[in-house]
């Protein structure tokens, strides 16, 4: 692009001043040059970057200025302007020369864009402008993006293998250690039972102990392979209209057989008939036996544990409670993380993998539900669960 320039005498002294002060105020530098490579403009941006003042570079040739560019692109563009009136643009990525310039606050060379633009004023021969462009922040941002994008490519391979040994380990436990291990439970359970015939007392506990680990374990395969499927997105759902009273009912009938083995019992207090919620009954009863089966565990020896319903605006509150020795503050912030387990003196002793409530967690926000809890140490427990009404 070709820039022509009035005569000088057009300009006024003022205008002159005007134009001074225009250049010198732009961020970036500004170099004009006559048709013998002489510096005739010198901006103040040029004059603060290389440290050379304008009385020192009016006049001296620009590749005397700058003697490490010559025979450089840069005075190649230059020549080409000069002789054929050629712009060209060079840029940072492009050079292995630029200018020795420093940014003007840091002190640091600084990363350079050069555009290189032709002028022919009227009646003379060609002049060239050459602008400077500080780019050293975008550069920086680039590699910065380049970084991170690496990191994240990294980051996404190893999910990938991570995600790829989950899935071997998952089907290694769903194929090779749930079905032998169901298959050696019921075989203990047939021998503890004496269907094949009696057994010593001493062998009949140890098949007990056995079939209780057994059971533990199965518990533990059970809730990984629940944890995939949500974590996957593979959980189904089928939701039914229920009432919770019915819900409350076939909870406590199945828990009760685990209570009366921790010598408590459950309390289910009178529930109105015209309470229905819409849930999948199976994966609701589960957050329920979970919930109840912790209670049972912490309720002192001989105790009782609550189960109680209450109408909360649009919402049902299903509440469980004991009278056990409750949660640590300290761990109440991590009651819904994976494998988490507050060491309350018999807890270890009672068991559990860890998984129960993040799972139950899932399943009621899977519900449009809410879980939570309130605990007064050494008096009561308060498991709840809130799950939106349906008529």
């Not at 209670?295 to 409670?321: F, M, N, Q």
């Not at 009278?323 to 060491?343: L, T, V, Y």
């Not at 807890?347 to 899977?366: F, N, P, Q």
Request: with cysteine; proline share 4%.
């Amino acid at each position: 692009m070709k820039f022509v320039l009035p005569k000088q005498s057009a300009f006024t002294e003022n205008e002159e001043a005007l134009l001074t002060m225009v250049l010198d105020s732009l961020v970036g530098g500004v170099i004009v040059i006559d048709d013998h490579k002489r510096v005739i403009i010198w901006n103040d941006w040029m004059k603060m970057s290389s440290g050379i003042e304008v009385t020192q570079a009016k006049c001296r040739g620009l590749f005397e200025l700058f003697p490490q560019l010559a025979g450089s692109r840069i005075e190649q563009s230059v020549d080409d302007c000069l002789v054929r009136g050629n712009a060209s643009l060079l840029s940072h990525a492009l050079m292995r020369e630029s200018f020795p310039l420093v940014g003007i606050k840091n002190q640091e060379p600084i990363q350079q864009v050069i555009y290189i633009k032709p002028v022919m004023p009227t009646g003379k021969r060609r002049h060239c402008i050459v602008q400077i462009a500080d780019v050293t922040a975008a550069v920086k941002r680039e590699h910065q993006l380049r970084s991170a994008t690496s990191s994240a490519l990294s980051a996404q391979q190893a999910a990938e293998e991570l995600a790829a040994l989950k899935s071997g380990f998952i089907s290694v436990v769903s194929h090779e250690l749930r079905t032998p291990l169901t298959s050696i439970r019921g075989s203990l359970s047939l021998v503890s039972n004496g269907v094949v015939g009696a057994v010593p007392k001493k062998v009949h506990d140890l098949l007990q102990v056995a079939d209780r680990n057994a059971g533990r374990l199965l518990a533990l395969i059970s809730d990984i392979l629940d944890m995939d499927k949500f974590e996957s997105g593979k959980m189904k759902f089928d939701f039914q209209r229920m009432s919770v009273r019915s819900l409350l009912e076939q909870a406590v009938e199945g828990n009760d057989g685990y209570a009366r083995a921790h010598c408590v019992s459950f309390d289910l207090f009178p529930i109105a008939d015209d309470l229905y919620v819409s849930i999948d009954d199976n994966r609701m009863l589960q957050v329920m036996s979970n919930l109840m089966s912790n209670a049972a565990k912490y309720e002192p020896s001989g105790g009782v544990v609550e189960l109680s319903v209450a109408k909360r605006g649009k919402h049902v509150r299903i509440s469980v409670v004991d009278h056990g020795p409750g949660i640590p503050e300290k761990f109440k912030s991590r009651m819904f993380e994976k494998f988490s387990q507050a060491d309350t003196g018999d807890t270890r002793k009672l068991g559990g993998t860890g998984l129960g409530l993040v799972i139950s967690k899932a399943i009621v926000e899977s519900h449009n539900g809410v879980i939570g809890f309130y605990s007064d140490p050494n008096r009561r427990t308060e498991f709840y669960i809130d799950l939106p009404i349906v008529p």
